[in-house]
């Protein structure tokens, strides 16, 4: 069956670095559009980063030139790598794949805090 297990998140102080990691089995990896969505305490889920089968790349605004995403289509892994995070960054960040089908992972917890 499909997943898409994230990991790497866990708590940074400001100005810190993490990268997140999103592996994805039963479907086929290369083809999907792959993003990041997070979701902050008492916020709506939000888009982070895409990244399309073909290597299209585009960001929110907010995390722009701080975060970048990549995958290893070889490893069926999407990653985050996540610089000079801020509090405000504090989510539970969400694995998304997208092409015929829509797929979501279970989130991991990023919390930014000094």
């Known amino acids: 069956q499909v997943q898409l297990v994230e990991s790497g998140g866990g708590l940074v102080q400001p100005g810190g670095s993490l990268r997140l990691s999103c592996a994805a089995s039963?479907?086929?990896?290369?083809?999907?559009?792959m993003s990041w969505y997070r979701q902050g305490l008492g916020k709506q889920r939000e888009f982070v980063a895409h990244?399309?089968?073909?290597?299209?790349?585009n960001y929110a605004d907010s995390v722009k030139g701080r975060f970048t995403i990549s995958r290893d289509n070889a490893k069926n892994t999407v990653y985050l790598q996540m610089n000079s995070l801020k509090p405000e960054d504090t989510a539970v960040y969400y694995c998304?794949?997208?092409?015929?089908?829509?797929?979501w992972g279970q989130g991991t917890q990023v919390t930014v805090s000094s």
């Open positions: 998304h794949a997208a092409l015929w089908k829509t797929y």
């Open positions: 039963g479907f086929t990896f290369s083809s999907y559009a």
């Open positions: 990244m399309s089968g073909g290597g299209y790349t």
